[in-house]
């Protein structure tokens, strides 16, 4: 009985420090300056908050703006004059890239990101598989992307800009 106790431990150490890893190494892809997320791995900046919401120093307050793909420009055209040039939407890659699958709800570093929401959040990439304008989103309660809306629904966005 003893030496299972023993194997039960030591396999659950081994468990846990895998588990401890992958959040490191997942949060060593990150690097969060004040409003801005360096992502390492892509070479790009996040906003830290959702549209519609702000850093406040210590988390995102507010509500977070769902919009349209029409709606987006202007958002884009306000963040590019308040914060600078070169903010998008970001890819199907980048969005996934930030998905947490250890995290739990919402599937997201809340370190990192805080206060997201767990709903879907679009990218700028269309659906090349659909005969329609769909684009794809990426869901935050569960981590599943969905290539099935138009660019006329209201979705949660996050912005990203290439690294100078």
Same mark, same amino acid.
């Given at each position: 009985?003893?030496?299972?106790?023993?194997?039960?431990?030591?396999?659950?150490?081994?468990?846990?420090?895998?588990?401890?890893?992958?959040?490191?190494?997942?949060?060593? *892809?990150?690097?969060?300056?004040?409003?801005? =997320? #360096?992502? @390492?791995?892509?070479?790009?900046?996040?906003?830290?908050?959702?549209?519609?919401?702000?850093? *406040?120093?210590?988390?995102?307050?507010?509500? =977070? #703006?769902? @919009?349209?793909?029409?709606?987006i420009e202007i958002a884009i055209q306000q963040a590019s004059e308040q914060l600078g040039e070169g903010w998008r939407l970001p890819t199907l890659e980048e969005l996934?890239?930030?998905?947490?699958?250890?995290?739990?709800?919402?599937?997201?570093?809340q370190d990192i990101f805080p206060a997201t929401e767990t709903e879907p959040y679009w990218t700028g990439e269309q659906n090349g598989f659909s005969s329609k304008k769909?684009?794809?989103?990426?869901?935050?309660?569960?981590?599943?992307?969905?290539?099935?809306?138009?660019?006329?629904?209201?979705?949660?966005?996050?912005?990203?800009?290439?690294?100078?």
């Amino acid at each position: 009985m003893m030496i299972l106790i023993a194997r039960f431990r030591a396999c659950l150490l081994v468990v846990i420090t895998v588990l401890a890893s992958a959040l490191q190494a997942e949060a060593a *892809n990150f690097m969060a300056r004040d409003h801005l =997320v #360096v992502d @390492l791995r892509f070479g790009v900046e996040w906003l830290r908050c959702s549209v519609g919401k702000v850093w *406040n120093g210590t988390t995102c307050v507010g509500e =977070v #703006v769902r @919009l349209n793909h029409d709606q987006i420009e202007i958002a884009i055209q306000q963040a590019s004059e308040q914060l600078g040039e070169g903010w998008r939407l970001p890819t199907l890659e980048e969005l996934e890239g930030i998905v947490c699958e250890e995290c739990g709800g919402p599937m997201i570093d809340q370190d990192i990101f805080p206060a997201t929401e767990t709903e879907p959040y679009w990218t700028g990439e269309q659906n090349g598989f659909s005969s329609k304008k769909y684009f794809f989103s990426v869901n935050f309660f569960n981590g599943w992307t969905f290539g099935r809306f138009p660019p006329s629904k209201p979705l949660a966005v996050r912005l990203v800009r290439d690294r100078n």
